[in-house]
C-alpha cells in the first residue's frame, strides 16, 4: 500500500510541474516555445480569456492574462508539485491545490457532456484532500515526509505537515 500511495502522490506532483515546466518553457505541448513564460507569454491568457464559459466566464476573462495572476498560477504549479514530490506541506499543498482544481472547475460550468458535473478538476480536488489529510498523517515510504514532521518548526506548528 506505502507504493500505491507513494506512487498516487508522485503522479499529482508531476500532473502540477509538467504544465508548469511547459508553460514557463514553452515545450511544446500546451505552449509553443514563442509562448513561453520566459519570453514573455502568458500561462493564462488563453484558457482563462478563450477557454471560459459559464456563469463565471465574464470574470475570468477579465484576469486571464494578468501579470499578477500568471505569476500565482506559475508559482502555484510549482509549489504543488514539489510538495507532492517531496512529502513536505501536504496539508497546505491539499487546500491551496483544491482551492485551484475549484476555481478551474468553475471556469468551464456547465460541463458540456457530464451532467453529473463532475471533470478530472473535482477528481484531482478529491485525490489532494485524500493525500494531505490521510497521506499526510502516514509514514512515508519515499520522500521527505518523516524528516519534516520531526523538524522543530512542524513540532511548534504541525499544521505544516
Given at each position: ?51 471560459s464559459r459559464g456563469p463565471f466566464a465574464p470574470f475570468y ?101
Amino acid at each position: 500500500m506505502k507504493v500505491v500511495k507513494t506512487l498516487l502522490r508522485w503522479a499529482m506532483g508531476l500532473s502540477f510541474l509538467w504544465p508548469f515546466f511547459d508553460k514557463l518553457f514553452g515545450l511544446g505541448y500546451a505552449t509553443e516555445p514563442e509562448h513561453a513564460w520566459l519570453f514573455g507569454g502568458s500561462p493564462t491568457a488563453g484558457f482563462l480569456r478563450f477557454g471560459s464559459r459559464g456563469p463565471f466566464a465574464p470574470f475570468y476573462n477579465r484576469i486571464g492574462g494578468l501579470p499578477a495572476i500568471d505569476a500565482i498560477y506559475m508559482v502555484s504549479m510549482l509549489l504543488l508539485g514539489l510538495a507532492l514530490l517531496t512529502g513536505i506541506l501536504l496539508k497546505i499543498s491539499a487546500v491551496g491545490g483544491s482551492l485551484m482544481m475549484f476555481l478551474m472547475w468553475t471556469a468551464v460550468l456547465p460541463k458540456e457532456h457530464n451532467f453529473l458535473l463532475i471533470d478530472e478538476h473535482v477528481i484531482y480536488l478529491l485525490i489532494l484532500l485524500l493525500i494531505g489529510f490521510y497521506f499526510s498523517k502516514q509514514d512515508q515510504w519515499a520522500g521527505l515526509g518523516n524528516w519534516w514532521r520531526e523538524t522543530k518548526l512542524v513540532k511548534k506548528a504541525p499544521f505544516l505537515i
